[in-house]
């Protein structure tokens, strides 16, 4: 099966500045971020790097795997995932949703030409009502070349 064809917008790499909100393991901030998009099998691979302004630790940095209906999420926190989430269109975002038993997320990505912005909420437990933790505005790159 060929990919959603909605998923070229998201190609490409990005880069940009991101509001990050507080929750009950960090504070309030603002950080640089850095996504690299490219085609996968029946989907696309994801790299995410977020440098936090003014922290002193090491970056977060995350791989997500959407292929089909299916998400997957690895990052630097360690938690590997239990199961898949999921990957739908919600008018022109795609919705990558994934639930465990430490919580749920709910990420939001949109392209709009060289301009993405990515929505990012979170709730614990998995069935509170979601609330903001990130929200990013990201400019895509030249290609180098």
Do not use: C, K, N
């Not at 099966?1 to 490409?12: C, E, I, K, N, S």
């Not at 504070?27 to 936090?52: F, H, K, Q």
């Not at 949109?110 to 933790?133: N, Q």
Request: hydrophobic residues 40%.
């Amino acid at each position: 099966m060929a990919p959603d064809p909605r998923l070229r917008g998201l190609l490409g790499d990005w880069t940009g500045t991101e509001e990050l909100f507080p929750t009950a393991w960090t504070a309030a901030g603002s950080a640089r971020g850095a996504l690299s998009v490219e085609p996968g099998p029946d989907g696309i691979l994801l790299d995410y790097v977020e440098s936090r302004d003014g922290a002193d630790g090491a970056p977060l940095v995350a791989h997500a795997v959407v292929a089909g209906a299916g998400f997957w999420w690895f990052d630097t926190y360690g938690f590997t995932p239990e199961a898949p989430g999921t990957a739908t269109w919600e008018g022109d975002a795609l919705v990558l949703d994934r639930r465990s038993d430490r919580g749920r997320t709910v990420t939001r990505l949109r392209a709009d030409g060289d301009r993405l912005s990515l929505e990012l909420d979170t709730a614990v437990p998995a069935d509170a009502d979601p609330a903001p933790l990130v929200r990013g505005v990201y400019t895509r790159q030249p290609a180098e070349g």
